[in-house]
């Protein structure tokens, strides 16, 4: 079992910042990858990026590289997504999830285990 807390969302500005952070526990040694989805009313659920715990290995969505930045702390037992400019199309939940087994990062459907979401809201 992984338990993870999502934390960090709130109602920016086009343009501004904003750090999310996804704490784990239990069993989040055994992880292959952490991933960050985002999920709008009407839409599906939508990969933004993902992390390996072994190496660090990276992957990001076209619609967020280049401004997002997923980054972990092993010994805080936590990933972070930095939002850099963003923007109103960026309003969402986002959620925390685990992958345990090795797969596809990107296909939520793989995901194990995830967190219950913080919502981010961008006003234009």
């Known amino acids: 079992q992984v338990q993870l807390v999502e934390s960090g969302g709130g109602l920016v500005q086009a343009g501004d910042s904003l750090r999310l952070s996804c704490s784990a526990s239990g069993r989040y040694f055994d992880t292959y990858v952490m991933g960050w989805f985002r999920q709008s009313p009407r839409k599906e659920r939508e990969f933004v990026a993902g992390?390996?715990?072994?190496?660090?290995?990276?992957y990001y969505s076209d619609s967020v590289k280049g401004r997002f930045t997923i980054s972990k702390d092993n010994a805080k037992k936590t990933v972070y997504l930095q939002m850099n400019s963003l923007k109103p199309e960026d309003t969402a939940g986002y959620y925390c999830?685990?992958?345990?087994?090795?797969?596809?990062?990107?296909?939520?459907?793989?995901?194990?285990?995830w967190g219950q979401g913080t919502q981010v809201t961008v006003a234009s």
């Open positions: 999830a685990a992958l345990v087994a090795v797969g596809n990062p990107r296909n939520p459907k793989e995901y194990n285990y």
């Open positions: 992390i390996r715990w072994d190496n660090g290995m990276t």
